[in-house]
């Protein structure tokens, strides 16, 4: 039996969905991608600059469509759930990301999660947040793009110096909720300890094919979030064996728990001393051992699980 889905998504170019929708066609699931209309804007990290109307209409069409030829519905993100879980005629499963159950609008994602057939999570972090049963499938990483590369090589592609460290911040600077300001200090604070200059790239907007050579052109991943789901930046820089700094948010700490070198605190001092160790030896990580358990076959596979379990006959 093939499985039809209908998906509900914010953003439907957004990286790691893609990466979801393609594996799962892989596994012979058939997809149909409603995303919300208007633009993304992430100026205070906490709203995606839609308005209520652009919602209204997104859950209209959303109804609309739920009475076509599909097995179940899935929200993506919890500012799509309402119309997955009020629409009377499919089961719905609601994938919940991070800042959707933990930032301004958790309340919406919480009432929703009690209606769900079935709720998926990226961390347990979010699991012990939730008011509701759930599953835990963090987003996978694809170990066959991301794996470790040759740095100069990488660095020489990318136009960059060989005589530098490079820190590598993976989001936009503007997403208040990823505390760019609090990465500035923590590497204007190393560039004090070190002899070579510390550049401190901002890697947003690449292509994901380009990605894995930024993973080995840097020397370390600097994440500040003061929140995360199970952020795919990090499990990128494990396949990668880039070392991780990071706050303690969603799963970072269980990701990088026997990841060596690499630092997990929300000490500004010991972050600083994790990144100047890691600049100062040029070593790389273990990691890559750590990303397979998060790779995206075990993560797709898993959701399939889920999948079947609501749609009787669906194998």
């Keep these: 039996m093939t499985l039809r889905v209908l998906n509900l998504v914010p953003n439907e170019a957004s990286r790691f969905f893609t990466q979801q929708v393609t594996q799962l066609e892989s596994t012979g699931v058939e997809q149909t991608t409603l995303s919300v209309p208007g633009t993304r804007d992430y100026a205070d990290g906490t709203t995606d600059g839609r308005s209520l109307l652009d919602y209204v209409r997104f859950g209209l069409t959303a109804s609309r469509e739920s009475f076509g030829d599909y097995d179940l519905v899935h929200a993506n993100y919890g500012l799509t759930a309402p119309p997955a879980v ?12 991070g800042t959707d159950l933990m930032g301004r609008y958790g309340w919406l994602s919480q009432r929703c999660a009690r209606y769900a057939d079935a709720v998926v999570v990226m961390s347990d972090e979010m699991a012990t947040e939730l008011d509701a049963s759930c599953h835990v499938i963090p987003h996978g990483v694809d170990l066959e793009r991301f794996q470790p590369a040759d740095g100069a090589s990488s660095r020489a592609r990318l136009g960059w110096r060989n005589d530098a460290r490079h820190v590598l911040f993976p989001y936009p600077p503007e997403r208040g909720v990823k505390d760019f300001p609090r990465a500035e200090r923590l590497v204007e604070a190393s560039r004090r300890r070190l002899p070579d200059p510390v550049v401190l790239h ?6 994901h094919e380009d990605m894995p050579t930024y993973m080995n052109a840097g020397d370390a991943l600097l994440l500040t979030s003061t929140r995360e789901g199970s952020p795919n930046a990090v499990k990128e820089a494990l396949a990668c064996n880039l070392p991780v700094i990071a706050t303690a948010v969603g799963d970072v700490r269980e990701r990088l728990a026997n990841v060596t070198p690499s630092t997990v605190s929300d000490s500004d001092d010991e972050l600083v001393r994790g990144l100047v ?16 358990a998060v790779s995206v076959e075990r993560s797709t596979a898993r959701l399939r699980e889920v999948y079947t379990s609501l749609v009787p006959g669906a194998e």
Excluded: M
């Excluded at 009020?86 to 990301?97: A, I």
């Excluded at 901002?202 to 292509?207: A, D, E, I, L, Y």
């Design 86 to 97: 009020l629409q009377p005629n499919l089961p719905s499963v609601v994938s919940l990301w």
């Design 202 to 207: 901002t890697v947003s907007g690449v292509p």
């Design 277 to 292: 160790d890691v600049l100062e030896s040029g070593t790389r990580s273990d990691g890559r051992a750590a990303a397979r």
